[in-house]
């Protein structure tokens, strides 16, 4: 009995340290230095708004504005990531995405741990689940960034554990209109929760009271935007969301050739997906709720890059929803040692191309140096308030570091892409076009990026005789119109 006790002892043990696999991979990919446009741009937005007790609805940070400013579809999650600035600096937002993430994957986890601390729950079977985190984690760690997204993935994780799990709790149902409703005012994804829950009602309408259904439906309505809360996110998918997925990465297909170089998006197709239809087929049949998420989520991380982890955590999600009952492993040891040998590759490949392995923790909790700082700082010191033509790459820090004051020519929030195309892209290609555009808007100075697109404007800026370098480092570059200088 001593024996077995100690033995059951190191198995626990042991069952516990495989853990530190995704849990060191989680940590790794969340902790790094804030390098989000995006943050930068709810930091500036609430400063306006703090300013001025509204939200701007003509863009104040644009040098030529031809569009309205579209910002109130996730207000409350501006002001989420302002106060996390506020509380703690630039660290703040990063702790604070962490935290998130970390509870994504926690969610799950919940779930799991009756059956993991049980005799079921032995070494391998700790394997094979802490594998698999793993491969979740180091598929989708490019969506751990500070963005307002992730209150949308965490929301979508939410609704679907709950109606899987807690689908007849009379707490549950009061819940839902308010998680709703608070949706709606952190992302405007919560149409996907809808449709996830209008599906949910088709499949098993005596499940959910069809009050908490008409509820949901207008609690979103209760929003600074009203109607047009609902009418935003449509508007975005038929008008801004075709041209996103043919130029922006994470907007991509994984069908178009450019995602082809990122193998790690495709890992889910080779192991989630096939366990998550194989217990389906195995246990759950007749769940056409089920066969519903399955689908959706391949669609969505097929359709968009920027999709993958809100599909990911609906796999993982199923795969720990329909393995709870039933002892799937008929061969334990293979399963579990295969699924924890290739989490723990994974870690090792993120591992050894990670640049900030040998950095400390301060160094993670600061601002990236592919944050232009001291580029534009020595800008304004040396021209004041030029006409600025600037990286888009570069749009949202500057918008918070200037205010609008001097305007930008183009940022993340602008969707006038025929306005991006003709007087951002197209100007790259000839000196002609490259003055044309310094004419027309009366530019008198560039602050580029040189890990972006802007590497035709460098290579025109640098041979032509009216512009001279002014500063550069590794990620940054500006240059000055002679005349302007002083």
């Not at 409350?76 to 990063?94: D, E, K, N």
């Not at 600074?224 to 609902?230: Q, R, S």
Request: aromatic letters at 16%.
């Amino acid at each position: 009995m001593a024996q077995q006790s100690r033995n059951l002892k190191v198995t626990h043990l042991l069952s516990g340290l495989v853990w530190l696999v995704p849990i060191i991979l989680l940590l790794d990919a969340c902790l790094r230095p804030l390098a989000e446009g995006d943050l930068f741009f709810y930091l500036a937005l609430v400063n306006k708004y703090l300013a001025a007790g509204e939200w701007p609805t003509a863009d104040p940070f644009l040098l030529v504005s031809t569009q309205p400013l579209h910002s109130l579809h996730q207000w409350l999650g501006y002001f989420a990531f302002y106060f996390s600035y506020w509380a703690g600096g630039f660290a703040g937002p990063i702790l604070f995405k962490t935290l998130m993430v970390s509870l994504m994957f926690i969610l799950p986890f919940l779930k799991l741990w009756p059956r993991l601390k049980t005799q079921l729950g032995g070494l391998w079977e700790a394997g094979f689940w802490s594998g698999l985190f793993t491969l979740v984690i180091f598929s989708g760690h490019h969506r751990f960034r500070e963005r307002a997204s992730l209150f949308g993935e965490l929301a979508v994780e939410l609704l679907v554990m709950g109606l899987l799990f807690a689908r007849r709790n009379r707490i549950f149902h009061f819940l839902l209109p308010v998680g709703f409703w608070l949706w709606a005012q952190l992302h405007p994804s919560f149409l996907l929760g809808l449709v996830i829950l209008i599906a949910f009602m088709i499949f098993n309408r005596r499940e959910i009271p069809l009050w908490a259904l008409i509820a949901s439906l207008g609690a979103p309505l209760i929003h600074p935007n009203g109607v047009e809360g609902y009418n935003y996110p449509i508007r975005f998918a038929i008008e801004t969301q075709p041209y996103l997925a043919r130029h922006v990465f994470e907007w991509l297909p994984l069908w178009d050739e450019r995602i082809f170089a990122f193998l790690f998006v495709y890992i889910p197709f080779l192991t989630l997906g096939p366990l998550v239809a194989w217990l389906i087929f195995r246990f759950q049949k007749q769940n056409r709720f089920a066969v519903f998420l399955l689908v959706l989520s391949v669609y969505m991380m097929a359709s968009s890059v920027r999709f993958g982890l809100s599909g990911q955590l609906i796999l993982l999600i199923l795969a720990v929803y329909l393995a709870q009952d039933h002892q799937i492993f008929r061969y334990k040891k293979t399963a579990g040692a295969l699924s924890l040998s290739l989490g723990a590759l994974a870690l090792f490949l993120r591992l050894q191309h990670s640049p900030y392995l040998t950095s400390s923790l301060n160094e993670r909790l600061a601002l990236s140096n592919e944050v232009p700082v001291a580029a534009a700082q020595t800008l304004r010191a040396s021209q004041g308030s030029p006409r600025i033509f600037n990286s888009f790459k570069y749009g949202g820090y500057l918008a918070f570091a200037w205010g609008g004051d001097p305007p930008l020519f183009w940022h993340g929030f602008s969707t006038d892409f025929d306005f991006f195309e003709h007087n951002y892209l197209a100007p790259q290609e000839s000196r002609a076009q490259l003055d044309r555009l310094v004419s027309e808007f009366d530019i008198n100075a560039f602050l580029l990026t040189k890990t972006g697109s802007d590497l035709g404007y460098i290579r025109l800026l640098e041979a032509h005789p009216d512009w001279d370098l002014l500063y550069q480092d590794s990620e940054a570059v500006a240059f000055v119109r002679k005349t302007s200088k002083r």
